[in-house]
């Protein structure tokens, strides 16, 4: 058996053990918390651009042809939210006619679908800890019905 020790003998003892186990695993942990962050992050700048493209689908229902208005209603849903999307992020919608996707022409007829696409590039926190800022292309994309 072992002799017996006092408490407070044995915890003055491995007080040093524990800060080096602290240092060793404090570095792992907060980049674990980036990461998750950065993944929080993501999540939520998918979900305002999905919004973003679907109230731009809603308008382009009413106003197939009205491109610029389009890009204006992406825009602003997700400049609420805190997210700047420029017009080249928001490729021209596209109309279904008979199983094929163009470009939305001036004569769109009812009952068409009108897809409305947003690209967006979003810049991760954690690659800019160690290799420099990189980017993550998001691209969402509605589909709804011309009335």
Do not use: C, W
Request: avoid cysteine.
């Amino acid at each position: 058996m072992y002799p017996k020790q006092p408490l407070v003998h044995r915890a003055k003892h491995s007080t040093g053990q524990s800060l080096v186990e602290l240092a060793l695993t404090l570095p792992l942990l907060i980049l674990i918390l980036i990461g998750v962050l950065d993944l929080g992050r993501m999540l939520n700048a998918y979900v305002t651009i999905q919004n973003a493209s679907r109230e731009g689908a809603r308008y382009g229902t009413d106003y197939p042809n009205d491109i610029a208005g389009i890009r204006q209603h992406v825009q602003t849903e997700a400049a609420n939210s805190g997210i700047t999307i420029t017009n080249a992020m928001i490729p021209d919608p596209t109309v279904q006619n008979d199983g094929t996707y163009k470009d939305a022409p001036n004569n769109t007829q009812p009952n068409q679908s009108i897809t409305v696409r947003v690209n967006y590039p979003f810049a991760l926190i954690t690659t800019y800890l160690f290799a420099g800022q990189q980017t993550i292309q998001l691209s969402v994309s509605a589909t709804m019905q011309i009335k």
